[in-house]
Every structure is written in C-alpha cells, then in structure tokens.
C-alpha cells in the first residue's frame, strides 16, 4: 500500500504539475494527450505496481486499443502483463502519440517518434541487415506513406550500403524537389537534374563519379543524348567518361536547360529549340570541349 500509494503520489504531481494547467476542465481527450505525452513514465509505474509479464509490445497496444477508454483497470492489465522491456518502449511510443496529438512534431521530433513507433510495433526490422540493392529500397518505400513499421521492413532488406546511398538521396529529393508535391513524373526529373550524384550512387554504385574520366564535355554529352531519358545507368557511364572540366562545362549547359526549359518535360524536339535560344553559351562551350 506505501509504494502503490507513493507511486500515485508522483503521478498525482506531474499530472498537476504538467497538464491541469494546459487542458480546460473535463477536455478528457487533452488530459490524456498530455498524461501520455508528460506523465507516460508515472502513469505506467502507478498502473503496473510492479507487475510484468512477457507480452511484447506490440501484443501490449493490441490489448489496450480493445479496452473501453474509461476502462483503467483493463488497460492496466494490458500493460501488467507487458514485459518490462515492452513497458518501456510502450511509454515511448504512447508519448509519440500524445505529443502529436497535441501540436505539429518537428522534423527531429518525428524522426525520433519513427524510431520509438518501430521499437514498439516491429523491433525485428533492424536497418541495413538485408541483401536488396538501393533501387530496390527506393521501390519499396514509395507505397509505404508514413507507415513506420513498412519503411522499417524497406530499410531492413536492404544492406547497409544501400540504405546508406537511398537515404542520401532521399534527403536530397526531400530538400530540392518540394514543389513537385508528389508528383512522381515531377520527382523523377527534379532528381535526375539537382541530385544526379546521389541518384548515381543508389542506382549505379559500380559506375565511377561523375568527372573522372578522361573525355572532354562534346563527346560525353553524345553519349548521354545516345542514352535516352530512362536508362539512368548509361547516362551515368557518360558522366563519369569525362574529365572534370568536361564535366563542369555539362553541367552548366544541363543546370540552364532545367532552369530555362523546363516546360518541355523531357520532349527532345522542345529542348533542343529552347537551348538554342537560351542555352547557346553553355552549348557551344560543351560543342567545342
């Protein structure tokens, strides 16, 4: 009765303390926001007492979602039959979820509620402990939407330098490609124009950097319009024939067409009149490498 009653002392403080004076009188959906997200390591002490099993969970958040919301001691007995492992990353995660509930997660936060949400629903999905390549990594996130428990089987069937190389690009899609908003036909052009790097190293680790060959900027950009717009691989190989100059002169020439034709949306006929007309410096510079 002493420790249950201490134990209902802390809670009874941090309850107080952290959440009486954010949520208006009977707001029992911002009280319980705030319990889970404030007072999650008290409220799960006081409701255990103790107790543990060897539920994980996942098992422990199937349990308690059944229960009626008013129903304490059913959820009590969800989480006592949790092992402590379990507890824990159940208080985790339910802090994820009441903080989410309360205001927008920042960047940071969301990243570390991903992880929290994973160690809870799917702790077997380690990342970089599979055999599949980057661009079969980058396939296999694009259905998964914000679910965590489907990016974390994505990023552990992967191995490690793939998911290293499909993060890479990712972070770069994320940061230059937000007007496309989804828009996969977007995404795809934006990616192979501002982070053509990242994009080689996902999907053509084998083929060496870009500007590293010895061929000068004419005959690299012959090898790249002989490519097409969709084998990604072959362009790579063309990038990585030139030499440094060669590449930078490409590069120049390639960064005026996206910012001066990008109407055109990869129709040859279009790009080649409008780099006519607005790209003719940086044409000739490449012609004459």
Known sequence: VGAGKALWGTLKTCLRSKCEATCTTGDLA?????WKAECGQELIACSVDGRAGANSCRETVLCAVNCDKKDLKCRSGCLA???????QAYQGFTACQGKAAQKPLTPQEKQVCFQKEVDCQCPQNKPGIGTGACG?????????????????KCRSDV?????TAGDTLLACIAAQCKPCAGDKKCTDQCAASKC?????GCL?????????????????????QRCG???TCCGAKCLA????????????????????????????????KCGRNNCSREGLSCQLD
């Open 30 to 34: 911002c009280l319980e926001n705030c």
């Open 81 to 87: 039959n949790g092992s402590p492992t379990a507890q």
């Open 136 to 152: 079969a990594y980058l396939k296999c996130v694009g259905p998964c939407s914000n679910k965590a428990c489907c990016l974390a």
């Open 159 to 163: 191995k490690a330098a793939g998911l």
């Open 196 to 200: 053509t790097n990242s994009l080689f």
């Open 204 to 224: 053509c680790p084998t083929v060496g950097a870009p500007g590293t060959g010895s061929q000068g900027c004419s005959k690299g950009l012959s090898c790249a």
């Open 229 to 231: 717009t969709t084998n």
């Open 241 to 272: 024939s030139m030499n440094s100059s060669g590449y930078t002169k490409f590069t120049k020439l390639a960064q005026c067409l996206a910012n001066k034709c990008a109407r055109c949306k990869g129709d040859t006929n279009c790009l080649e």
